[in-house]
């Protein structure tokens, strides 16, 4: 009889745990683009380390393997305005190998005459779209006055990022390289793919204002 109640007794208790992960299964949800902060601390808890820039918020957790003696790393990057814009994952196995991408690093825009590679892809990809950018350009192109096209471009630069070659093109309208440094100064912060910086560099004719732009550039990261 005892045996029987004890029997009984385990497979009440195994029923009752298969019954837990499977609510857990269902409950578990991923990290996806445009998600609040709150609802990544729904998913995954308090972060374990918080940074920020001029582009935004980079939380990373660490989440703990008791089964297979790994760690998962998660590194997620927010927006200005605290949506979700990137999520990378990590293993970090017992052997202190690591496998799959790590967070990007923002990259440093090549010194004028040093060579660049146009195709490369940004580690920021979430510039203004061709649309956006096309609203935002003609705007500045419609401006009566210098100081209002500066504003515009300012204004758009609160919320917004830009490729070099849509810094270049806002940069064209003005016709001195003065003019074109000081539209560099408004946008260099928030532009995603320096390492393209030579669509900048060639709109000035003189080597003094492409070095010019290349310390603003550099100064901006």
């Known amino acids: 009889m005892k045996r029987n109640e004890l029997m009984a007794i385990i497979a009440t208790c195994f029923l009752m745990f298969a019954v837990c992960l499977s609510a857990s299964a269902k409950s578990k949800r ?23 820039d001029e582009y935004g918020d980079k939380w990373e957790f660490v989440k703990n393997s008791f089964i297979i003696g790994d760690n998962k790393a998660i590194t997620i990057l927010f927006d200005r305005n605290g949506k979700v814009v990137r999520c990378n994952t990590r293993i970090i196995h017992a052997d202190n190998n690591q ?28 510039c203004l779209s061709d649309t956006s950018f096309s609203i935002l350009y003609n705007k500045v192109k419609k401006a009566s006055f210098d100081n209002e096209k500066y504003d515009l471009i300012e204004v758009a630069s609160l919320g917004g990022y830009f490729s070099c070659q849509q810094a270049a093109s806002l940069m064209r309208m003005f016709s001195f390289d003065d003019e074109r440094l000081k539209v560099l100064r408004i946008v260099a912060p928030h532009i995603v793919d320096v390492q393209n910086a030579g669509d900048i560099y060639k709109l000035f004719t003189f080597d003094s204002g492409k070095q010019k732009a290349g310390e603003i550039l550099r100064s901006s990261r």
Do not use: W
Not at 35 to 48: A, C, F, N, R, S
Not at 107 to 123: F, I, K, L, R, S
């Open 99 to 126: 496998n799959g991408a790590g967070c990007p690093t923002r990259p440093t825009p090549p010194p004028y005459g040093e060579v660049h590679y146009p195709n490369a892809d940004p580690n920021y990809d979430y």
């Open 30 to 52: 991923d990290i996806e683009r445009g998600m609040t902060k709150q609802e990544v601390i729904d998913i995954l808890g308090e972060p374990k380390t918080k940074s920020f």
